[in-house]
């Protein structure tokens, strides 16, 4: 969804792929469909090189069972200091929908990142803007509501993605630059398939959201327990019926050689 919203591209950072032995870094990686699709489709197989590529995960679970020639998977936390052998080493680091879970230490845990780019490489961040489109329903309003309170929770401000490029230009990083980028859901979705994983990522993103919101001390404050009981049903309908946009901010920039 996100590759075909942006015209059929995964990277907007300029770094030419093609060129020969580039190593790639993934940021949570899931089940490494970032790096599959980037390496079988974007990188020409004469530019891989052994274990240039790497996804990393808390958890290996979903990693590729058999990973392609040049990519590896290793479980490690983006809490936690990197390896030293990783720091400088990247040409591209790559990091989608993942800062949040730094919590209140968001922008403290970039600065950690972008240690893990060689100078002259590039990093992609892509983030939820936690907005939705002007001709959207009260179903998304609603899931906008919930996703904020969460985000109180967490001590996460709602517009940490706005911010993106600001902090990479603060970082001393260069040719830094932001688009927004609205993914469409449901009748807005013209790919029939892309339709359908679309209903299926935000019914099991709401499942997980919904078990969250038990831990907020006294519940949900914006939506009522009938409500939050109806959400997901009332979601897909909406999506069916009106189609809706959830939409992103990617963010770019490049190290300075010197
Ligand atoms: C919302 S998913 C995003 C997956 C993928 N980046 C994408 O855009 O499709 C978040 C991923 O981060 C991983 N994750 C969560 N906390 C993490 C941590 N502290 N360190 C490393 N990975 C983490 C999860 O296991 C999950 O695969």
């Not at 970039?110 to 893990?116: A, F, G, N, P, V």
Request: proline residues 7%; negative net charge; contains cysteine.
């Amino acid at each position: 969804m996100f590759k075909a919203a942006n015209g059929n591209k995964l990277i907007l950072a300029p770094i030419d792929l093609t060129k020969p032995h580039l190593h790639i870094l993934d940021i949570g990686t899931y089940d490494g469909t970032f790096l599959v699709d980037l390496s079988n489709n974007f990188i020409p197989s004469s530019a891989r090189q052994t274990d240039s590529i790497l996804g990393i995960d808390l958890f290996d679970a979903h990693f590729p069972a058999h990973p392609s020639e040049g990519m590896r998977f290793q479980i490690q936390n983006f809490l936690e200091p990197w390896p030293q052998e990783l720091l400088g080493s990247f040409d591209l680091v790559h990091q989608r929908l993942m800062l949040a879970g730094a919590g209140r230490n968001t922008r403290a845990n970039l600065t950690q990142t972008l240690r893990l780019v060689k100078p002259g490489g590039w990093i992609q961040l892509v983030e939820a803007e936690q907005a939705i489109g002007p001709n959207d329903g009260p179903a998304m309003q609603q899931f906008l509501l919930l996703m904020g309170e969460l985000f109180g929770f967490i001590g996460v401000p709602m517009t940490y993605a706005h911010e993106l490029a600001q902090w990479l230009e603060e970082e001393g990083f260069e040719e830094v630059e932001t688009r927004v980028v609205p993914i469409p859901y449901g009748c807005r979705q013209p790919d029939a398939e892309l339709r359908e994983k679309g209903y299926s990522s935000m019914s099991v993103g709401l499942q997980g959201k919904l078990k969250h919101t038990k831990m907020i001390p006294g519940g949900l404050k914006s939506l009522d327990a009938a409500e939050l009981e109806m959400l997901a049903p009332r979601l897909i309908k909406e999506m069916e019926e009106r189609g809706a946009e959830y939409v992103m901010r990617y963010a770019w920039g490049r190290k300075p050689v010197a």
